[in-house]
Every structure is written in structure tokens, then in C-alpha cells.
């Protein structure tokens, strides 16, 4: 566990996760991708259990959240997914910490390497300040456009 903006950040991979935290992901998820943006879905798609959780609490709450996944995973590179902040921490400079922190999470876990992501297209420029570079055409992804980028 580490502090950063008085937020608590937790990385573990799927078995470690207790029913709590697990409960609390599945919650923010459903409530930023399926409720939020209304977009039907099929979130629990087979990969959590591959993946490293990287959770950031504020009191008893998961208010950010990535999956993290080795190389071969969803991508050919490793990449990072679901990244999700809740609705009363955005423009609080609480989504680029966790993106700097599953940038890091992803070295840690399996080395330097490039990462690849499906980005909402809309947040393009989010990630480029990141470091990521558009990697494919604009495509469809549930009703939703989006891009892959690549960070090197």
C-alpha cells in the first residue's frame, strides 16, 4: 500500500482480492461504464483473473481504479484497462496519478516494456499527455469510439 493525495493505492493480483474489494470494483465499474455512460456491456469478461487490480481508496471507498496485465493478455504488448475514476474525484488530477501508478504497476510486474490501451477516443489527449501515441485507426467498441495507443 502506498499514500499519494491522500489517497491509499492498492495493486493485487486477482486471488488476493478479498469479496469486499472485489465487490467494490465490480461496483465503480458498473456505475462509470454501464450506468454513467449507458452503455451496455459485458464487463466481467474473462480477464480479471489475469490481471494485477490497482485500487485507490479514499476512507472505505474505491474511488480509482486499472487492470494491469502482462504482455499476451489482451494485447500482443502489456496493457492497462478499465481505468476508471469515480464521478466526485475527476479534475482532480486523481486519473493521471493512477495512470502513472499503473504505468509503474505494469514495469514492476513484468519488466520495461511498451503498453497498449483501448482509449475512449474522446480522452485521446488525456493519454498523449501521458506519453501514448495513437497505434490504429478510430473504431467502435460498444457504442463508444475509441483508439488503441501505444506508450514505448
Known sequence: MSRGSGIAWHSLP???????????????????????QACGFQDMDGTDQHAVHLMGHATDQVVAYARCFNAGVKFAEAS????????????????????????????QQWGEQPIRI?????????YRKLGFTAASAPYMED??????MLLN
Open 118 to 126: 483501448g482509449a475512449q477516443a474522446r480522452l485521446e489527449g488525456f
Open 143 to 148: 457504442g463508444i469510439p475509441h483508439i488503441e
Open 80 to 107: 492497462i484497462g478499465r481505468v476508471i475514476t469515480q464521478a466526485s474525484v475527476r479534475g482532480t488530477g486523481l486519473g493521471y496519478e493512477l495512470m502513472q501508478r499503473a504505468i509503474a504497476c505494469v514495469h
Open 14 to 36: 486477482f486471488e488476493a482480492l478479498s469479496a469486499h474489494q472485489l465487490y467494490a470494483i465490480l461496483q465503480l465499474r458498473s456505475e462509470v461504464f454501464v450506468v454513467e
